[in-house]
Every structure is written in C-alpha cells, then in structure tokens.
C-alpha cells in the first residue's frame, strides 16, 4: 500500500492483526510494517501513518545512508562478532566428514572436511548459524534465570529464532523468542532484551508501565534501545 506525504511516497505493508493499538515498524531493509487491529478503518491507518510520518522518513533516511552489507563479507573480512567483539576467522582443511567449529579467548577456527568441493561458503555459515545458535541458547537461558528473579515473572518457554524483523518477542502464553543474532552484541545489549521481553510478561503492550517496568531493572534501557537501532544492521553474518 502507498500514501503521499510531504510529496514523498511511503509505500508499507498493511498487517491485520488481533491487536489493540497500531504498530509501525522499519526493517533493515527498509520495508514500512504497520500492525493494525481487525477493524480499524483506512482513514485511522492514514491519521496515525502521518502522524508518524516524520520519524518515518527519518528512518528510511538514515537506513538509505548505510553501506549496504555485502553477502558472505565474514569469510571475505575473516572476522566475526561475538558478544560484542570482533575476532580473527581462521579455515582449516580437515579430512573429517563434518565442519568443526572451535573457539578459543581470540579467534575462530574452523575445520573444513576436504571433500566439500562446492558452495563451501553455505557450508561453512549454516555451521557457524548453528553454533550460534547453540551459545545464544545457553546464554539466553542463564540470563532470563538472573532476571526473571528480579523481576518474579517466569516464561514458559525461551525458543532462539532466527527472526528477519525482531530481536525477541513475548506471546500471550508466556513464551519468550530471541533472535539469535544478538548475541553479536555486547551482553549489555543482551541485557535490554532479556528485560524488555521479561517485562512484557507483566505489561503485554509499550505502555508508560511497561517502560517504567523496564528503567526500574535497567536505568539506562534507551542506550541499549538506541545501539539496537543503530548497529542491529550488522548484526550478521
């Protein structure tokens, strides 16, 4: 769908959802995602759109002044982040049947089996999404343990996703998603989601109690919201 503001064109996607309020959302690429409940009219979705369109278009801005991240650039760079830091990527042929990855306090080694001849870039970033995975579960876990004391909420699950538009998500139902690619970022980062999330297992919308729920466990939540904003881009491989 397409609205004229400012004699820009603002082209979103329109998602009708069961749901309250109305949510606009800017992905890394650029897209426009409005959340609106069932039956909310048109007229309503173009008020709020316009409403909001300053803070739109400064963030389609900003997104258009970013070098756009280049596919595979990890093996190209042989660097990659974890909680935060950047370490040095080291490939190793192995005659092993199955990809290897070791970490060590400053780099990544990783064996590669001889007999992957073809489309070893895919190989080698499904084992390192695996990996992550795997860490961002531990890590996760521990710290929804530490916070969910603090705060005497408890989910019923934590599930690691691998989400296009979100770094985590709270259900109705008492489960947490995170995305796993945040733990890219420096643990304070991973902090703020786990609170966030946490929070909204008592304020289940972004209301001012929400964010008071949040500022009482993490003073300085909007560094943390805003590094997200920033840098959540390159958080990728």
């Given at each position: ?29 650029g897209e426009v995602i409005v ?100 860490r961002a579960e531990k890590i ?51 902090d703020y989601l786990v609170v ?42």
């Amino acid at each position: 769908m397409q609205l004229i503001i400012k004699d820009k064109k603002i082209t979103y996607t329109l998602q009708r959802k069961n749901r309250k309020t109305i949510s606009i959302k800017i992905t890394n690429k650029g897209e426009v995602i409005v959340s609106v409940p069932l039956h909310i009219s048109d007229e309503k979705i173009n008020e709020v759109i316009e409403k909001k369109s300053n803070w739109i278009l400064l963030k389609l801005e900003e997104l258009s002044l970013r070098e756009p991240l280049k596919e595979n650039t990890f093996l190209e760079e042989r660097k990659i982040k974890f909680l935060g830091k950047e370490y040095d990527l080291n490939l190793f042929d192995t005659f092993n049947s199955r990809i290897e990855i070791i970490f060590y306090s400053k780099n990544f080694k990783i064996y590669v089996p001889k007999s992957i001849k073809e489309n070893k870039e895919e190989y080698i970033k499904a084992a390192l999404v695996s990996w992550y995975r795997t860490r961002a579960e531990k890590i996760f876990t521990e710290k929804v343990k530490v916070y969910a004391e603090k705060l005497k909420v408890y989910p019923k699950r934590i599930v690691i996703k691998d989400q296009k538009t979100k770094w985590g998500s709270c259900s109705s139902k008492g489960n947490i998603n995170f995305n796993y690619r945040v733990i890219m970022a420096p643990e304070n980062i991973i902090d703020y989601l786990v609170v966030h999330e946490l929070c909204h297992l008592v304020h289940m919308n972004h209301s001012s109690d929400f964010w008071n729920l949040v500022k009482s466990i993490l003073p300085n939540y909007r560094e943390a919201e805003e590094w997200l904003k920033i840098n959540g881009i390159n958080l990728n491989i």
